[in-house]
């Protein structure tokens, strides 16, 4: 039996850009052959089952002592991610997968997974920058101005108007959002996502023209204006495109007096609504954001400190089998140790790992590992790891004499 626990370190979301930092335990009651472990971030599309949006391995095949083995991972969330949108049900997972061989059908594989929400963040990096700029336009016998065209949310926009010719004048807020879901596989866009009508946010209107302006209120939870686009890198989901966007716009709507006609007066002003306004010194800092990307992480790069914890006794060869031995010459026992074995050809190859798990590494002990390939090898490289996240690389001529 095999038990999976998935802890997510960032508190449950993180923001585009930055890593997701994830910590896994397997326990296997008994000893245990896999074929496949990793994370997987996943969101599910209206018209497809899942969209795999990134992958992270934790453990190739291989073959486990019974015990308990925690990993550490991160995933990187990439800057043309999607971010959750609650509004309409757009929400991610991690899911921690875990393949075993079938006991029933050799053909098969059993899976074993464990899920854990997380929410996707925007950074006002990635928001739409833009500068504020006036609005200053004449039609049919109606002057409009606006000191400005970006705003943000709970903000009063003021609307200036001057005219003799009509006897109403009114505005509306309006917000036009929705996903966007194309799949080539259909050969159109999925019939799930219906073209929605744009939503009244706010009207105001007024029968006194000499007033000169009218004010409307930007709602205080208006989603910020943005336009998202996932396009996918894996060969199965080519020609799929995934997204989001919000539009917002000011319909300006002016009725005439009978004099001067009976059709009314109809057109749109596009804004920008922000979460805050962006202005020339917030973009210049704005400018420098990618460069940290999250806090440290305890997952990031193998100290050379770490390579006293292990030495390479031997290496013994019978035709395509390779047998090593490795020594833990720290001064502790080691927990949860994984040995993942791959050879290299002709320097830039490596052959199918596989993977060997070792609850408890005495200090002093040596363990034996058998590697099989029938590729002409130059050398093994040994990745090591154990429940203190230490990692380790080690790379050995397999000619060379280690006694």
Known sequence: MVKLELTDLNNGSVFIGDKLNIRTIFTFEEDTSILWSGIRLITNPPCAK?????????????KFEAGRYIRN????????????????NLNYIIKLILRQPHP?????????????????????????????????????????????????????????????????????????????????AYGQNCRKVEELPPAIAGVSKTSNIDKGFLLLKVPEIAESSHNYLWKPTEKEYWGFKYGDYTEWSLLIIGKKKPEYGK????????????SKPIDESRKDLDLFSGEHTGAPSIFDGISSKFQKFYKIV???????????????????????VTVKVSGLMEGL???????????????EEEKEIVYETKQNISALISLLSDNSQRNIRLQSPVSSDFF
């Open 50 to 62: 899942e969209l795999h949006i990134s992958k992270e391995e934790i453990f190739s095949k291989g």
């Open 73 to 88: 991972k991160s995933l990187l969330i990439k800057n043309n991610v999607v971010p959750s949108i609650k509004n309409r």
């Open 104 to 184: 029933l059908n050799p053909e098969d594989d059993f899976v074993i997974n464990k899920t854990h929400d997380i929410e996707i963040k925007a950074k006002e990096s990635g928001l739409q920058a833009k500068t504020p700029k006036p609005i200053s336009f004449s039609i049919s016998g109606l002057n409009v101005l606006l000191t400005k065209d970006v705003f943000k949310p709970g903000e009063t926009i003021k609307i200036s108007f001057t005219s003799e010719e009509l006897k109403q004048i009114e505005v509306r807020l309006l917000e036009k959002a929705n996903l966007v879901c194309y799949c080539e």
């Open 263 to 274: 059709e009314p007066i109809r057109f749109e002003l596009p804004i920008t609504i922000i």
């Open 314 to 336: 031997s290496i013994d060869s019978d035709l395509e089998k390779y047998r090593l031995r490795i020594k833990n010459i720290s001064k502790e026992d080691l927990q949860g």
């Open 349 to 363: 190859f490596e052959t199918a790992p596989y993977l060997t798990g070792f609850n408890r590494w005495k200090k």
